[in-house]
C-alpha cells in the first residue's frame, strides 16, 4: 500500500516536496516514481527511481526542475519540485513497480490514492 502526501496550493515559482510511504510491504526491491492527471487530462508520466536508488527517469519536460530521491530505511520516496508553474497543477499519483525502471511507465503493480497540487499564477 502506498500513501501519497505533501501536496497543496503554491505559488508559482514556489516549491513542494511531495511524499510516498509504502506500509504493509517493503517496497525496496521496487521501482517507484510519481504519475499526475490535470484536470481533463489524462494520467502523465513524471519520474521514476530505481529500488538501489541509483538511476532515476523523468520526463522530458520537467527535467532540472523535478528531482526525485528515495529512503529505503523509510520505506518512502520524495518528489521536489522548484520553479512550480500553473500548469504542474494536477493530481500527483505514485506507484511501485517489480519490473526494471525502464518498465516502470508500462507496468505498475501498486498505486498511492494521489496528493493535489495547485499552483496559482
Known amino acids: 500500500q502506498l500513501q501519497a502526501s505533501g501536496g497543496g496550493l503554491v505559488q508559482a515559482g514556489g516549491s513542494l516536496r511531495l511524499s510516498c510511504v509504502a506500509s504493509?510491504?517493503?517496497?525496496?526491491?521496487?521501482?517507484v516514481g510519481w504519475f499526475r492527471q490535470a484536470p481533463g487530462k489524462e494520467r502523465d508520466f513524471v519520474t521514476a527511481i530505481s529500488w538501489r536508488g541509483d538511476s532515476t527517469y523523468y520526463a522530458d519536460s520537467l527535467k532540472g526542475r523535478f528531482t526525485i530521491s528515495r529512503d529505503n530505511a523509510k520505506n518512502t520516496v520524495y518528489l521536489q519540485m522548484n520553479s512550480l508553474k500553473p500548469g504542474d497543477t494536477a493530481v500527483y499519483y505514485c506507484?511501485?513497480?517489480?519490473?526494471?525502471?525502464?518498465?516502470?511507465?508500462?507496468?505498475?503493480?501498486?498505486w498511492g490514492q494521489g496528493t493535489l497540487v495547485t499552483v496559482s499564477s
Open positions: 506507484a511501485a513497480s517489480s519490473g526494471t525502471l525502464l518498465h516502470f511507465i508500462s507496468s505498475q503493480d501498486y
Open positions: 504493509g510491504r517493503t517496497f525496496s526491491n521496487y521501482a
